[in-house]
């Protein structure tokens, strides 16, 4: 495995390959789990982006027209009292504000879901990896968490 970079005796070696080094495990191994860590994080921000529209902070707009639309259902409905962004899906789908209001919901719930199972996918990767005995195991608990985020998309219909 290819390794950017190894701290040892407080000197950093840089682009280092696991089987033709000289550095000891006890150095590589733990670059080579933050390495691999890394990959995994990669491949859960890729599963995530898959689930919303482009764009920094779209995740917080869920969030924020779901809070909306929560408390307007829950609330009298007041049609002098739409918030905007069920007002907004309104004009962009067409459909009433009781519909809109529970399509942004059924739209952030799906979101929500999305992210705890990910986040079940990259942490039980990153555990498997640092529980790895050597760089192989390593390798392979990276790969096949990685594998399972690469799968992990939306299912449209």
Known sequence: MYIAKVKHDGNL????????????????LPAAMAQLSD????????????????????????????????????GN???????????????????GAVVAAKEII???ETWEKALRNIRQLRLGGKS??????TIKEAEEAAKEAIEQLNRYRPAYN
């Open 13 to 28: 070696y840089l682009g280092i390959h696991s089987q033709e080094t000289w550095l000891p495990l006890s150095a590589v």
């Open 39 to 74: 990959d995994i994080d990669t491949a859960a921000g890729n599963a995530r982006a898959a689930f919303v529209s482009p764009g920094s902070y779209i995740d917080q707009e869920y969030l924020l027209a779901k809070q909306e639309a929560d408390a307007w259902l829950a």
């Open 77 to 95: 409905k007041d049609e002098l009292a739409i918030p905007s962004s069920v007002s907004d899906h309104m004009a962009m789908f067409g459909v």
């Open 106 to 108: 059924a739209t952030a």
């Open 128 to 133: 498997a990896v640092r529980k790895a005995e």
